[in-house]
């Protein structure tokens, strides 16, 4: 069900790159031309992210952060296809301000929970590298083209800051919902060495498993009772 998700994820920036390439070949103002290029690059690099995953999740790496996986996978099919159609009944034009409005509009659902979620929870797998990190200077890059070609109309920028905020909310649901997710659940342990059998079937120290699933750090020290075992000769 993940590998679904990822490539309903992957499919909707692929559709989102395809539409800015779009507007900017029909953008009369080179400069106007090359702002759409730079949103073109950004969501490249979102498309590599979902490419990079879906790659791990071949591998059998990757583990699931979603507890409704069907719902998620739902919701994010009907997204897909609203895209589709925006871009089908679009009537592509060299006017700015119109292609601001449309593109606002496909960032609003750019935002659902489970891009941040997927951002934030899988960007360990990626080496720390993920769209999390440069989403806010995507949507803000939108509204420097606004006050540039727009002259700080009120309403874009509004609709603007919306975005910003959508994302920042966003962006911290997805933190919070990993935090839930932190050992949560049955973890299974072996009676005798101790070591933390693992999703994916092997087994590892309980400090490392604790590491990989948390924030949290280790310090060592000595119970009274191993002191006793260990040192009595000395006490």
Known sequence: ????????????????????????????????????????????????????LLRLEKAGTLQN??????????????????????SKDRRWSSDFSESILWAFRLES??????????????????????PEDDYQDHIEKFMQAVRKYLGNKPEMLLIGEILSTSWARSKELAIQYA????????IRICASCKQVRTDKGYWEQIEAYVRRHSEAKFSHGICPECAQKLYSENL
């Open 1 to 52: 069900m993940l590998r679904d998700i990822l490539i309903v994820c992957r499919t909707i920036d692929q559709m989102a790159e395809k539409a800015y390439r779009t507007i900017s070949s029909k953008a009369d103002v080179n400069d106007q031309k090359l702002f759409w290029r730079e949103i073109c690059k950004d969501e490249q690099r979102h498309i590599a992210y979902w490419e990079q």
């Open 65 to 86: 952060p979603f507890d409704d996986s069907e719902q998620v996978l739902a919701e994010l099919n009907v997204m897909k296809e609203t895209i589709g159609k925006m």
């Open 109 to 130: 659902f750019l935002l659902h929970p489970a891009f941040g979620v997927l951002f934030h929870v899988l960007r360990a797998e990626t080496g720390g590298v993920s």
């Open 179 to 186: 935090r839930i997710k932190t050992l949560n659940g049955l």
